[in-house]
């Protein structure tokens, strides 16, 4: 079956540390977005990236870094510079159509140590 | 500028009864909106659309939404309620023609289905 798959589904920070969440998808879908989620605030876009090697800041992006080396792939980097980390991360993906909704993987919850 | 209100952080409604979850929108030209609903330690799970056409939309798990332009609104709905509905539903939208691609979320609504 098609779909988003995040690793890993838990992951602790210690201080100082950079941590990467995987998200791959096999959707053949060009864009890739990373949110963030925290109680009662909804989802917040860290970044996007509509084509791969191309990526664009979303509304929360410091402290956080991506890469989109490959179709499938957007990996996302939660630096040490990231000092509120502790939040549950959801990756999706979608075609250039604007008709067309997202697909959402099922998250990864990143605490700290 | 894009954006979503969900005015009600939580609904509460006896299972058998009809329930509506409220979304107001803004957009500058038209919108597409998007209804999801997200279950405990999961992501989201897509429902169903408005893009055009008929203000009633109809979609998965017997939810349905209307779409009401002069009131910029895209309430969800439902019949007769479960006990499995109780979830977080996310209303989001996007501008059909200008702008970024991405779609803007609301806060979410909890919704509590009592038995």
């Known amino acids: 079956d098609g779909g988003i798959t995040q690793s890993p589904k838990y992951l602790f920070r210690k201080e100082g540390q950079n941590v990467t969440l995987s998200c791959e998808q096999n959707l053949n879908h060009d864009a890739m977005y990373w949110y963030r989620q925290d109680p009662g605030q909804g989802l917040r876009l860290i970044y996007y990236?509509?084509?791969?090697?191309?990526?664009q800041k979303g509304d929360i992006a410091e402290g956080y870094s991506v890469s989109r080396e490959k179709k499938e792939s957007f990996p996302l980097t939660v630096t040490s510079a990231q000092k509120n980390p502790t939040a549950f991360y959801l990756c999706a993906s979608s075609t250039p159509n604007r008709d067309q909704p997202q697909h959402f993987g099922d998250g990864t919850r990143l605490s700290i140590l | 500028a894009q954006s979503v209100a969900q005015p009600e952080d939580q609904v509460n409604v006896a299972e058998g009864n009809p329930l509506t979850v409220k979304c107001t929108y803004s957009?500058?030209?038209?919108?597409?909106l998007f209804w999801y609903v997200q279950y405990p330690n999961r992501g989201l799970q897509f429902l169903l659309k408005y893009i055009t056409g008929d203000n009633l939309v109809k979609g998965s798990y017997g939810f349905e939404a209307e779409f009401n332009k002069s009131q910029t609104s895209f309430h969800l709905k439902k019949p007769s309620a479960l006990v499995s509905d109780s979830a977080l539903y996310f209303c989001?939208?996007?501008?059909?023609?200008?702008?970024?691609?991405?779609?803007?979320f609301g806060t979410g609504t909890r919704l509590t289905v009592i038995p």
């Open positions: 957009v500058s030209g038209n919108p597409y």
């Open positions: 989001a939208v996007r501008d059909s023609r200008t702008g970024a691609n991405n779609l803007f």
């Open positions: 990236s509509q084509i791969v090697n191309d990526f």
